[in-house]
């Protein structure tokens, strides 16, 4: 297993195999979840992780949890979830290389922020910015002085800015979230994958767990005032929050978006809610947690959940499903505990996708039912990709 970053960064040859989103690390990652709870054995898992791992390892500057070093030190890293140390050799070389590739990120956006320019997602989002590798730092190297780092860069990017004139969030992108949907002049994303609930976690989740930077606390209110400040409160549908806002909107002071999207881990209103709640048991404010806990509840009924058609991790049951578990263990109330068995419910019946990948395939599904099936968290805690844990 050889890592390769090349001089320019640029893909090698079958790295797409590396791809926790679509390509082979997701199936050898729910191979050790079953081979961890019993229901798969180790020579599967092996092969699959072998597999995975077949071409030289991507450590481009490009790579991020999702794809590459970052990605497969996660996978290798979940196979130690039993306490045993497999792997080694190889964990001590990706480790190398991951802390390389976050100085080397962190020096290019410090640059970019010094020359007043916007960021972008691949900067900083779960996917493949410095959140989700800030993810696998918290999780796996959590003593290592880049994750310090990491954070102090993450509570810069939430204070505002000023491009063309205009007061803009610190997180503002030049780009559109999606070639089909144009925000001319960049737009301020709320949501867990590409947004402002991506930050808001890792930094609770950092807090949470003894790790804090000069101003994580102020950064932390900043966001959650973010949140209040363009929450939008219907008595049919419940709490919810734009995907985007765009210049005119920041401007005006009022969303376009005519109602909630679906409620989903990415973009939909149960991400954002357990981010807030995560800050909330970050920054021991009672009444913020119950807030929370009371809008993931009301995204929980009949009515909403029949508009995820999908049974995968990223806009679908399996990331909903999640959520709703990691957030139901912290819950002050029975409430999100108690839509949960229906939850499980929706999702088992549901057809597996024919696509084998991990955010929108039959992967990421069959690692939420391995969850349903044995009534307990994963071994692996596959989930923590997810910033919801």
């Not at 007061?167 to 780009?175: E, I």
């Not at 939909?268 to 995560?278: D, F, K, S, T, V």
């Not at 058609?309 to 263990?329: K, M, N, Y």
């Amino acid at each position: 297993m050889t890592a390769t970053a090349g001089p320019t960064g640029t893909p090698v040859s079958g790295a797409g195999r590396q791809s926790l989103a679509t390509g082979a690390v997701g199936p050898a990652l729910l191979a050790i979840e079953r081979a961890l709870n019993g229901a798969g054995d180790w020579t599967t898992a092996h092969h699959l992780v072998t597999r995975a791992t077949s071409s030289p390892i991507d450590a481009g500057r490009h790579t991020g949890l999702y794809h590459g070093a970052p990605a497969v030190l996660f996978l290798l890293n979940a196979a130690t979830a039993d306490g045993r140390d497999r792997y080694a050799a190889a964990r001590q070389s990706l480790t190398r290389h991951v802390r390389r590739l976050v100085r080397q990120r962190l020096t290019a956006a410090d640059d970019r922020l010094r020359r007043g320019q916007p960021s972008t997602f691949a900067e900083y989002d779960i996917f493949y910015g410095l959140v989700g590798t800030g993810a696998l730092l918290l999780r796996h190297l959590p003593d290592a002085d880049e994750l310090g780092d990491l954070l102090t860069y993450i509570t810069r990017l939430t204070r505002s800015c000023t491009h063309d004139g205009q007061r803009l969030p610190g997180w503002w992108v030049d780009h559109d979230p999606d070639p089909t949907l144009p925000t001319p002049g960049g737009h301020a994303n709320l949501g867990m994958a590409h947004g402002a609930a991506g930050l808001l976690s890792l930094l609770a989740l950092a807090d949470r767990a003894g790790h804090r930077v000069r101003g994580q606390t102020e950064a932390i209110e900043r966001l959650c005032a973010w949140f209040d400040r363009w929450r939008q409160d219907d008595v049919a549908q419940g709490s919810w929050w734009p995907q985007w806002l765009n210049r005119d909107q920041l401007r005006t002071g009022r969303p376009t978006q005519a109602g909630p999207g679906r409620p989903s881990w990415c973009y939909g209103a149960p991400g954002i809610a357990r981010a807030l709640q995560l800050a909330a048991i970050a920054t021991n404010h009672a009444a913020r947690q119950a807030d929370a806990e009371a809008v993931l509840a009301a995204c929980l009924n009949d009515q909403q959940l029949d508009r995820l058609t999908e049974p995968g991790v990223c806009h679908g049951l399996a990331g909903l499903h999640h959520t709703v578990l990691r957030a139901a263990a912290d819950a002050k109330t029975p409430d999100i505990a108690a839509r949960l068995p229906a939850l499980t419910e929706r999702l088992t019946r549901h057809e597996p996708d024919p696509d084998d990948g991990f955010l929108t395939g039959r992967t990421g599904h069959l690692l939420a039912m391995e969850t349903a099936r044995t009534a307990a968290p994963p071994r692996t805690r596959w989930d923590a990709c997810l910033l919801i844990v």
